[in-house]
C-alpha cells in the first residue's frame, strides 16, 4: 500500500505571532509620538526663553539709549523719577527737526502679570506740546486709558524695580535726602542731570534670567571719577 505524500507546510504567521506583532508595533508608535511631542515641547519652551531673553535685552538697550539721548534744555525737566515711573526728556532719533519725544518707564499689570512697560510721545516742537507729553507720561503711569496703552511697549515680567542715583561719588535713592540734589544746583530751574542711573530689575522665577538683574548708565560727559 503506497504511503500518503505529507503535504508542504503552508508559510506565514500564526494568529499570535501576528498580534504580537502588531502590538510590537503599537508600542513603538506611542513611544515615537512621546518623544516626537516631548521634543516639539522641548523646542517650544527654548523658543520662549529665547524670546524672552532677546526682548529683555532689547529692553535694556532701549533704556540705555534714552538715557544716552536725554536732553537738558532750559526750563525742561530732563529726568524724573517719583517712585512709579521715571520720565525721560530725550533727543528724536530720526530727526532732530522734528522736536524732542518724552519717554516713560514703569512697572504695572496687564492681563495678570506685572510688566516692565516704556511708553513714548509723539513729538514735542514747543514747550507747551512738551508740557502735554510730560503730564501724559504721568497720567499713562497712573491710569492709563486705551489711547495712552496703544504707545506702549511690554518688555518683560517684572516682580520689582528700584533706581538710585549716583551723585557726590556714591548711589542713593533718588527720593531720598542724600539723592535730591543740592539746592542752587540746577541752571534755569532745572533739576540736574544725576552722574549715573543704577536700575536694579527683579525678575519673577517664570523667567529665564530669574532673580535680581544690575544695570548702570553713566553720564557720557562725566569723568572718569564716576563711582
Known amino acids: 500500500m503506497l504511503g500518503r505524500t505529507p503535504r508542504p507546510a503552508q508559510g506565514g504567521f500564526t494568529l499570535i505571532e501576528l498580534l504580537v506583532a502588531i502590538g510590537i508595533l503599537a508600542l513603538m508608535a506611542v513611544m515615537g509620538w512621546r518623544a516626537l511631542d516631548g521634543m516639539q515641547v522641548a523646542n517650544a519652551r527654548t523658543r520662549d526663553h529665547t524670546d524672552a531673553v532677546l526682548t529683555l535685552e532689547a529692553g535694556l538697550a532701549q533704556w540705555g539709549a534714552d538715557l544716552d ?3 537738558e534744555l532750559p526750563q525742561i525737566t530732563p529726568i524724573d523719577w517719583d517712585g512709579r515711573v521715571l520720565r525721560i526728556t530725550r533727543r528724536s532719533s530720526t530727526d532732530a527737526t522734528e522736536g524732542v519725544l518724552v519717554v516713560a ?3 504695572a499689570n496687564r ?3 506685572d510688566q516692565w512697560l516704556r511708553w513714548q510721545s509723539t513729538p514735542a516742537r514747543t514747550r507747551a506740546d512738551w508740557q502735554t507729553a510730560w503730564q501724559a507720561a504721568a497720567q499713562w503711569a497712573q491710569s492709563p486709558g486705551d489711547s495712552a496703552r496703544q504707545r506702549e511697549v511690554a518688555l518683560a515680567p517684572l516682580a520689582q524695580w528700584q533706581l538710585y542715583y549716583a551723585r557726590g561719588g556714591a548711589w542713593s ?4 535726602s542724600a539723592g535730591a540734589p543740592a ?3 540746577s541752571p534755569a530751574g532745572n533739576a540736574p542731570v544725576p552722574d549715573g542711573v ?3 530689575l527683579q525678575l ?3 523667567h529665564p534670567l530669574a532673580g535680581t538683574l544690575t544695570r548702570d548708565w553713566v553720564r557720557p560727559t ?3 571719577s564716576t563711582p
Open 173 to 176: 535713592n533718588p527720593l531720598s
Open 198 to 200: 543704577r536700575l536694579v
Open 222 to 224: 562725566l569723568s572718569s
Open 105 to 107: 518707564w514703569t512697572r
Open 111 to 113: 492681563n495678570g502679570t
Open 204 to 206: 519673577p522665577a517664570t
Open 69 to 71: 539721548a536725554l536732553l
Open 183 to 185: 539746592a542752587g544746583a
